[in-house]
Nanobody, 115 residues
Framework: QVQLVESGGGSVQPGGSLRLSCAVSGSTISIYTMAWYRQAPMNQRELVATITTGGSTNYADSVKGRFTISRDNVKNTVYLQMNSLKPEDTAVYSC?????????WGQGTQVTVSS
């Protein structure tokens, strides 16, 4: 069974930065396009960023220019560098494949942006 463990969240002021990590065990990430997702209270889960096996990235318009997704296939880990954080970035952040999700999802990591 694949296990997804997200970490690195926390509480920051607007304009701050956080780096999230997603460690995957039970499968290799090297053959998959990976993605970060987020879900705010009362909202549906939304796609934040994707990274292909070749390293090409794509971002939701709301985070473009502020977030950077990366991957380390040796460590089997996906990262999300988040800069210039805004209150509307507050959510639980999770990672998974971009298609045909592994289940169950990880517990996610809470990001709270507030002054």
């Amino acid at each position: 069974q694949v296990q997804l463990v997200e970490s690195g969240g926390g509480s920051v002021q607007p304009g701050g930065s956080l780096r999230l990590s997603c460690a995957v065990s039970g499968s290799t990430i090297s053959i998959y396009t990976m993605a970060w997702y987020r879900q705010a209270p009362m909202n549906q889960r939304e796609l934040v960023a994707t990274i292909t096996t070749g390293g090409s990235t794509n971002y939701a318009d709301s985070v473009k220019g502020r977030f950077t997704i990366s991957r380390d296939n040796v460590k089997n880990t996906v990262y999300l560098q988040m800069n210039s954080l805004k209150p509307e970035d507050t959510a639980v952040y999770s990672c998974n494949k971009a298609l045909v999700f592994w289940r169950p999802w990880g517990q996610g990591t809470q990001v709270t942006v507030s002054s």
